[in-house]
């Protein structure tokens, strides 16, 4: 799409044709950034005081100049940051295309390619790359080598040890999307007209933000299951939600460039309104951390308004800055984002080999996390490219032929 094209032209049932659907220039885009973003967070848990993965040091290492302490807060920034909005814009993006495709392909249809799409990635994680991962942090076994048959033997026979990594995502949005499938057919609730208003958005957050609240009272931040913290699912359901409404009302390109600058006006001010007086007042310099994951508490509920503020914030404001400024392909971000997914699936054993080797080297780890960020990175996305893309098995499940938008 050329600049000055009008975004409606790509809305609502202009998503798809009889060959499939079309390429959305700045949803691919943002699509491979938000996947870069994924390795960076990773990074950072890697090297930081909070996040969980399967390769954490927490000792934290600098070169004497920055005090250790600012180091920590630098890593749990990004990752709080991150958490806050960047797995619900996966959501939202997701969400947006449910509706044509399941116009297009009927329920069944739509439900099987979900199931070869985003479980079939999913099973292969759980019962090849999680082993493989975790013998990479573990090589061995009261000092013996162990072996990956061994191991994986022992793994795959008890499910209670079964572990999605990332691909929880995959795993959440394939329920998603069935019990979306399965409702849209039956009531078509996606071509319900609503109009987008910066008020009913305020009541979008505060929403969310309660529901979040309540739900992190029984289920805080850091409670899971199969990888699934239940403490950040309000956003994500509601995400998926917004997604799918976006669709029928258009508001991907209703959303203004203005509106999208105020609302990353309105992110950046909950930083400074509600997040740091949250943190500061809070206890979080005292090492008190425990209010903020969930529970009858006031760290808890301001938190949670300044995520799904900063979430919402994020979300338009990137979703808008992309169509604007963004809205065109060279060849290689064409292969980014044709590659992303595969990159989801697989950047585990790369990001992890490579804190692995990186371990026994006497860096500060503001360093090793540079190192890794963007090594990680170019790895992840060269291993898609150069090698599992010629693997025709994974290539049928892992690529999508897509026409690209008109230029």
Do not use: C
């Amino acid at each position: 799409m050329r600049k000055g094209d009008n975004p409606s032209l790509l809305e609502g049932r202009f998503g798809r044709t009889e060959q499939g659907p079309i390429r959305l220039i700045f949803i691919d885009n943002l699509r491979w950034f938000l996947m870069v973003l994924v390795v960076v967070f990773h990074a950072a848990v890697t090297y930081g005081p909070i996040g969980s993965w399967f390769y954490l040091t927490r000792d934290i290492s600098t070169d004497g100049v920055i005090p250790d302490q600012l180091v920590s807060l630098f890593f749990a920034i990004i990752v709080v940051m991150l958490q806050a909005f960047f797995m619900g814009l996966f959501f939202l993006i997701a969400g947006y295309f449910v509706p044509a495709s399941v116009e297009k392909k009927g329920t069944r249809q739509f439900v099987w390619d979900r199931v070869k799409r985003l479980g079939v990635p999913s099973l292969l994680f759980i019962l090849v790359l999680t082993p493989l991962v975790t013998l990479m942090v573990n090589p061995t076994t009261l000092g013996t080598p162990t072996s990956f048959a061994s191991y994986w033997t022992g793994y795959v026979t008890n499910v209670s040890a079964w572990d999605t990594g990332p691909m929880w995502f995959a795993v959440a949005l394939l329920l998603f999307s069935v019990v979306a499938a399965v409702s849209l057919r039956k009531w078509r609730w996606d071509r319900l007209q609503v109009s987008l208003t910066r008020s009913r958005l305020a009541l979008f957050i505060f929403l969310i933000a309660a529901v979040s609240f309540l739900v992190r009272v029984v289920s805080p931040i850091g409670a899971s299951v199969w990888n699934m913290q239940i403490a950040f699912f309000t956003q994500y359901v509601a995400f998926f939600l917004f997604g799918i409404l976006a669709f029928g009302n258009g508001w991907l390109s209703a959303i203004t460039y203005e509106e999208g600058k105020f609302w990353m006006k309105m992110a950046v001010l909950s930083l400074f309104a509600l997040l740091i007086p949250d943190l500061v007042l809070g206890g979080v310099l005292q090492g008190n951390l425990v209010p903020f994951s969930g529970g009858l508490t006031w760290q808890s509920a301001v938190g949670s308004l300044w995520e799904e503020t900063f979430a919402v914030g994020m979300s338009l404001s990137l979703l808008t800055w992309f169509r604007e400024k963004h809205n065109r392909q060279n060849a290689l971000e064409l292969r980014l984002a044709d590659d992303a997914f595969a990159v989801y699936v697989f950047f585990p054993p790369v990001l992890v080999g490579i804190a692995v080797l990186m371990a026994p080297e006497v860096l500060p780890s503001l360093l090793k996390f540079l190192v890794l960020a963007v090594l990680g990175t170019v790895s992840s996305f060269a291993l898609a490219r150069l090698v599992l893309r010629r693997i025709p098995g994974l290539r049928s499940i892992l690529w999508q032929t897509r026409r690209p938008a008109k230029q």
